[in-house]
């Protein structure tokens, strides 16, 4: 299974990016996805993540009402609308995939099975 990230770049505080992530190779059903991010000396941070049979969505608090993951299951493809971005949102950004996630660890990256590549997301102010 690959995981394929797309959608950074470079954007003024204030804007919007929409990342996308689709998975491609051998078919597997996915518990759910998730976004995380890195920025420079720090360590991976979750961003959000959405559950496959539930719908459920979750938020790290310092992008809760800015950012909205939403998903096409069919395609197992999942998408990050960023709003108001501020330069602290800056890094790169990685979707994961997990198979047998429990909901208590969906913040957890050791609980994601799949991981894309990471796109660079910066913001200027």
């Known amino acids: 299974v690959q995981l394929q990230a797309s959608g950074g770049g470079l954007v003024q505080a204030g804007g919007s990016l929409r990342l996308s992530c689709a998975a491609s190779?051998?078919?597997?059903?996915?518990?759910?996805m998730g976004w995380f991010r890195q920025a420079p000396g720090k360590e991976r941070e979750f961003v959000a993540a959405r559950r496959w049979r539930s719908g459920s969505t979750h938020y790290s608090d310092s992008v809760k009402g800015r950012f909205t993951i939403t998903s096409d299951n069919a395609k197992n493809t999942v998408y990050l609308e960023m709003n108001s971005l501020k330069p602290e949102d800056t890094a790169v950004y990685y979707c994961a995939a997990g198979l047998r996630q429990i909901l208590s660890t969906i913040r957890e990256p050791a609980s994601y099975d799949y991981w894309g590549q990471g796109t660079q997301v910066t913001v200027s102010s």
């Open positions: 190779g051998r078919t597997v059903s996915f518990s759910g």
